[in-house]
Nanobody, 125 residues
Framework: QAQLVESGGGLVQAGGSLTLSCTAS????????KAWFRQAPGKEREGVAC????????IYADSVKGRFTVSRDSAKSTMYLQMNSLKPEDTAVYYC??????????????????RGQGTQVTVSS
């Protein structure tokens, strides 16, 4: 059964760091462009970071550029999101998805081939 499982969420103070993981099983994760999304209460889901399946090129939303870093470990079928200098406005449920973004910076949650269930990140002020 193909699935994506996120982990690493939690409660952190403003200015702190967290690293999220997204581990795939049941399909060839490295064949897909992969993305992180987030959804805060009362807001639409937004694309946060994308990493290419071909050359590892990355794209970030302006709101996280310079603070978040997306990476992958193909041997472990895992993608990471290193989040530094966290702000209260980063509070959201974070999701990963495969086949969910492209080189032009477009994010496709509803068209993604695979989607995770999410992990909560809460940043206190």
């Amino acid at each position: 059964q193909a699935q994506l499982v996120e982990s690493g969420g939690g409660l952190v103070q403003a200015g702190g760091s967290l690293t999220l993981s997204c581990t795939a099983s049941g399909f060839t994760f490295e064949a897909y462009a992969k993305a992180w999304f987030r959804q805060a209460p009362g807001k639409e889901r937004e694309g946060v970071a994308c990493i290419s399946s071909v050359d590892g090129r990355t794209i970030y939303a302006d709101s996280v550029k310079g603070r978040f870093t997306v990476s992958r470990d193909s041997a472990k079928s895992t993608m990471y999101l290193q989040m530094n200098s966290l702000k209260p406005e980063d509070t959201a449920v974070y999701y990963c998805a495969a086949g969910a973004c492209d080189y032009t910076g477009n994010f496709y949650w509803h068209l993604a081939d695979y989607r995770g269930q999410g992990t909560q990140v809460t940043v206190s002020s």
